[in-house]
C-alpha cells in the first residue's frame, strides 16, 4: 500500500537527521494518513479513501467531498480523485 494521499496526492519526503556529532542519517517524512468514509450525495454512497489529515479538515471546510471535489484545480488533485470528480460531475447532471 503506497504512502500517498488519495484526494490531494501528498506523498513522502525524503531528508536527513543530523546528529549533535554532525553525522547525517537518511530518513523519511510520511504524511500522516487515515482512512476515512467520506459520504458523496451526488452519488449516494460513502466511498472508503485513504487522505491525509490536512486533506480530511479541507474537506470539512468546504462542506463534504462533492463541495470539494467541485472547487479543487484537476492538477492538485490525485489521479483516483479526479476520476472520482467527473464522476460526481456526471451524477450531477
Not at 3 to 18: D, E, I, Y
Not at 58 to 71: E, S
Request: proline letters at 3%; hydrophobic letters at 35%; charged letters at 30%.
Amino acid at each position: 500500500m503506497s504512502k500517498h494521499c488519495q484526494l490531494t496526492n501528498k506523498v513522502s519526503k525524503a531528508g536527513r537527521n543530523v546528529a549533535h556529532s554532525n553525522t547525517k542519517t537518511p530518513r523519511r517524512f510520511q504524511p500522516n494518513l487515515q482512512v476515512v468514509h467520506l459520504r458523496s450525495e451526488a452519488l449516494g454512497r460513502e466511498l472508503a479513501l485513504r487522505v491525509s489529515t490536512r486533506a480530511i479538515r479541507t474537506v470539512q471546510k468546504h462542506g463534504g467531498l462533492d463541495n470539494f471535489l467541485i472547487h479543487m484545480d484537476e492538477a492538485k488533485l490525485a489521479p483516483e480523485a479526479v476520476k472520482l470528480k467527473r464522476r460526481v460531475h456526471k451524477a450531477l447532471r
